[in-house]
């Protein structure tokens, strides 16, 4: 019998957007908080969120042959922000 192994290459902003999405998932699991502490957990949730969604981007623009290191795509748009 012959074993496969199959390697893949993750991109780092792909790795980075995964991480930034495992906090998010921490910080939404945190219960009984102040108001103040919700606001700023709800704050850190979107920047983080806003952060993880432009680095997934511009990694699915990379696979597809582009390559901007400014965010930009090819037809000049700039990635929307959610």
């Known amino acids: ?3 496969v192994v199959q390697l893949v290459v993750e991109q ?3 790795r980075h957007a995964r ?3 495992l906090a ?3 910080l939404a699991k945190n219960r009984d908080l102040t108001p ?3 606001r700023a957990h709800f704050n850190a949730i979107d920047m ?3 952060e993880a969604h432009d680095l ?3 990694a699915e623009f990379e696979q597809e042959g582009g390559g901007s290191a400014n965010g930009n795509t090819q037809r000049g748009h700039t990635p929307t922000q959610i």
């Open 1 to 3: 019998m012959t074993q």
């Open 12 to 14: 780092p902003s792909l």
């Open 19 to 21: 991480s930034m999405m």
């Open 24 to 26: 998010i998932i921490d």
């Open 36 to 38: 103040e502490q919700y």
């Open 48 to 50: 983080l969120a806003r």
């Open 56 to 58: 997934i981007v511009n």
